[in-house]
């Protein structure tokens, strides 16, 4: 089974602070993503890679960054964590190609609390 | 940009009856994938089923299956036999085609549709 893990569950930071969120996967997977999910806007993407130091932008990356060195782990930081990034982040994989591998697996999310 | 609409905030059903989910979504693409995927309350997304755009005959999964409309840009999800299990989150999303060389894309989703079983 695919396997996306996610360095922690819920975290509660402090307006300002920098913030590391790490994602791994263990499939050998070429792509990796970064969502954040809110209420009733369903999932959006921040940030994607589709290999090693490649990044690109997605729909709302004003505020965060990513750092990707390895291929299994793709990190996500907020540089000065601000309350309106309080939110679920979800990591994503899959495999660089077409036909069934383009789905993308799902971490267990981070919990970001912001105060 | 492609864009995905659920307009379901919410269902509910009976257990063991059967519901249907809907979702549109809008594209100039002719080729892309369509994605269901579901999220329980313990948060982990897990993918349902999925369907490429080129083919005519619709996914089906056990008690999970599709009706893919290309022309008029509709994808349901028809859950059978509903379980108590089945009580989710339920995301509809897109891809566009990974052309060769064309690297990474991210999945657009909808808003979701909230899935109450009913015992």
């Known amino acids: 089974d695919v396997k996306v893990t996610q360095s922690s569950r819920y975290l509660v930071k402090r307006t300002g602070e920098k913030v590391f969120l790490e994602c791994v996967q263990d499939?050998?997977?070429?792509?990796m993503f970064w969502y954040r999910q809110d209420p009733g806007l369903g999932l959006r993407l921040i940030y994607f890679?589709?290999?090693?130091?490649?990044?690109e932008k997605g729909d709302i990356p004003e505020g965060y960054s990513v750092s990707r060195e390895k291929k299994e782990r793709f990190s996500l930081i907020l540089e000065s964590a601000s309350t309106n990034q309080t939110s679920m982040y979800l990591c994503?994989?899959?495999?660089?190609?077409?036909?069934?591998?383009?789905?993308?697996?799902f971490g267990p999310g981070t919990r970001l609390l912001v105060l | 940009a492609q864009t995905v609409t659920q307009s379901q905030p919410e269902m509910s059903v009976q257990e063991a009856e059967t519901v249907t989910l809907s979702c549109t979504y809008d594209?100039?693409?002719?080729?892309?994938?369509l994605f269901w995927y579901k999220q329980p309350p313990s948060r982990q997304m897990i993918l349902v089923i999925r369907?490429?755009?080129?083919?005519?005959q619709n996914a089906t999964e056990n008690r999970f299956s599709v009706n893919f409309q290309k022309a008029a840009k509709s994808f349901s999800l028809k859950i059978s036999d509903s379980q108590l299990g089945d009580a989710a989150m339920y995301f509809c999303?897109?891809?566009?085609?990974?052309?060769?060389?064309?690297?990474?894309?991210?999945?657009?989703f909808g808003k979701g549709t909230h899935l109450i079983i009913q015992p």
């Open positions: 994503a994989s899959s495999f660089l190609g077409s036909g069934g591998s383009v789905a993308q697996y």
């Open positions: 999303a897109y891809r566009s085609y990974p052309y060769l060389g064309g690297g990474a894309d991210g999945l657009t």
């Open positions: 890679s589709y290999d090693v130091k490649m990044k």
């Open positions: 369907q490429e755009a080129y083919k005519q």
């Open positions: 594209t100039s693409e002719s080729d892309y994938y």
């Open positions: 499939m050998d997977h070429e792509n």
